[in-house]
């Protein structure tokens, strides 16, 4: 329907393969998220086919975007905004996955709304501010173990599966890399300190997906590089 936005993907498929060729990873490991926010429905549900995931950062644009989605169209919605605590239960119920728990308030909130249905375990990735920007949310990586250990304590619904971040706003490729290689070398740390897989890292959007893919990225999760410029605001 979109046709520019199929060649984007396309592109976009063969940019990342590159980058795992380079770092001899197999390009199967990585999954392509589509990022839509402002742009329209449409678009999302023309592209939805052919990503693995879909990314909104707001819960009320992913409701409406939902509210004429065919329920045939089975591709996984993933949150990567922040959350606010009062959108929590409305996010449990539109995502698939969040990807943003960056506090053991919001991570019980979460747990206690998830005992409120059947038993049940809802996943999710804690996502870590690499960059020390105050604009970022985020766990710093200090507390990045303290939360996972006391998440596995208390909240018990929520299955940790990852780490999400965001890469610096910077030009400089040595900062943005050392962020990713951060965040993957934190998570290995988790890995022998909790005994979770935590398989998956999110990171790498259309400006830096490239690094991010070579420093292991699982998720890369694209928005202008797909769907166009957003207008501003
Ligand atoms: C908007 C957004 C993206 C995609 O950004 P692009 O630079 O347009 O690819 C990825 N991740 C998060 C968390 C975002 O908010």
């Not at 549900?45 to 990503?51: F, I, P, R, T, V």
Request: glycine content about 8%; some cysteine.
């Amino acid at each position: 329907m979109v046709d520019f936005i199929d060649q984007n993907i396309i592109e976009i498929r063969e940019r990342i393969r590159a980058s795992a060729k380079l770092s001899g990873r197999d390009p199967a490991e990585i999954k392509l998220m589509g990022v839509s926010k402002t742009h329209p429905a449409e678009y999302m549900l023309s592209a939805a086919g052919k990503l693995d995931i879909l990314g909104e950062n707001r819960v009320q644009e992913a409701a409406d975007k939902r509210l004429d989605w065919p329920s045939e169209e089975r591709t996984p919605w993933h949150l990567i905004g922040h959350l606010q605590r009062n959108k929590a239960r409305k996010a449990l119920d539109i995502f698939d996955l969040i990807e943003t728990v960056d506090s053991l308030g919001l991570a019980r909130m979460l747990d206690r709304i998830l005992t409120e249905t059947d038993a049940y375990s809802f996943p999710v990735y804690i996502e870590v501010n690499m960059s020390g920007e105050l604009t970022k949310s985020g766990v710093v990586p200090q507390e990045a173990a303290s939360l996972l250990e006391r998440m596995m304590q208390y909240c018990p619904r929520l299955s940790v599966e990852g780490l999400m971040t965001i890469g610096p706003n910077s030009d400089d490729k040595g900062d943005i890399r050392k962020a990713f290689e951060g965040l993957r070398l934190i998570r290995d740390e988790l890995r022998s300190l909790s005994g979770l897989h935590l398989p998956e890292l999110s990171m790498g959007m259309s400006s830096d997906f490239e690094i991010a893919v070579e420093e292991g990225s699982t998720i890369v999760r694209i928005g202008s590089g797909i769907f166009g410029r957003r207008s501003a605001g």
